[in-house]
């Protein structure tokens, strides 16, 4: 999978957050990140691990013993039942994770990924799935996912690396098939109203981070591109960015672009290349 993005800066009035049209380009390996890292490495050590005798009984939802395990609705995002399972959902989140971990913050990014995951959990609570053990990151993934299309929803998803999608069609589509398989009519032995519960959690928390108290200073972080009036006061701004105080991997990306902009100036960035610098000098 690959992803043809849209560059977006968001309006944000009244704490809303709207697209505007742009250029395309594809991103075919997006920088890891922190928590996206530290999330992938979790659920690759459970899955090498879960071999144990026990393990996966321990870790896994089932509904109907819940009251004897009340720490599965979180463990069991945790436990994959195969290498094609693991694979997709960890693919699926370094896709879209690095993107919007570097917009929220890691203490918004990891709440966001648990806080649908228990959704899915939630929504696993249903009669249908009451005796089934329920596995998977997939819900929280799909958090992820919608939370990414509630943000940039004009960017282009090309599945299998051929078809492109916008991102908010893409969410539409599988809620679509999240719910016939539900019914179902599609995709047995999957718990399909599980990433219901995960798109569900993750479009309400981008709902609420900008609707709330906070909703100004998300909203700023969220439109990181200020137009180029000066060319001169582009420079100093971007020059007082505290490059010593970053993350390497985001140290490394500024160092890149202020070269950038020193020989060819403000204007040779693309306006996802001014975003970024924008947002750093904002810290």
């Not at 985001?250 to 060819?264: H, M, P, Q, S, T």
Request: charged share 15%; with cysteine; hydrophobic share 50%.
């Amino acid at each position: 999978m690959a992803m043809e993005t849209r560059h977006e800066r968001e309006d944000t009035s009244e704490g809303r957050i709207r697209p505007c049209r742009s250029a395309c380009r594809i991103i075919i390996f997006p920088s890891m990140t922190k928590w996206v890292s530290a999330i992938i490495a979790a659920n690759v050590a459970v899955f090498l691990l879960q071999s144990q005798p026990g393990m996966v009984e321990n870790l896994m939802l089932l509904p109907s013993d819940v009251w004897q395990h009340p720490w599965t609705p979180f463990t069991y995002m945790f436990v994959h039942g195969g290498v094609g399972h693991i694979f997709w959902n960890m693919f699926g989140l370094y896709m879209f994770g690095p993107r919007l971990e570097t917009l929220l913050g890691g203490r918004r990014f990891i709440a966001l990924y648990l806080l649908s995951g228990l959704g899915g959990a939630a929504l696993s609570f249903l009669p249908q799935y009451f005796n089934v053990p329920i596995i998977g990151a997939s819900g929280a993934v799909f958090g992820v996912l919608t939370a990414y299309a509630r943000v940039w929803p004009k960017d282009r998803i090309l599945l299998y690396a051929v078809i492109p999608v916008q991102a908010s069609w893409f969410i539409v589509g599988m809620v679509v098939y999240s719910i016939a398989g539900g019914l179902g009519y599609v995709g047995a032995g999957t718990a399909h109203f599980g990433h219901l519960g995960g798109i569900a959690v993750g479009w309400g928390y981008m709902a609420w981070l900008s609707r709330n108290s906070g909703a100004k200073k998300f909203a700023e972080r969220a439109v990181p591109v200020a137009p180029i009036i000066s060319e001169s006061d582009a420079m100093s701004r971007w020059a007082a960015i505290p490059v010593a105080q970053l993350h390497a991997i985001n140290r490394d990306e500024v160092l890149r672009l202020l070269e950038k902009a020193r020989a060819g100036g403000a204007h040779s960035l693309s306006v996802d290349e001014r975003a970024t610098l924008d947002r750093f000098s904002r810290a």
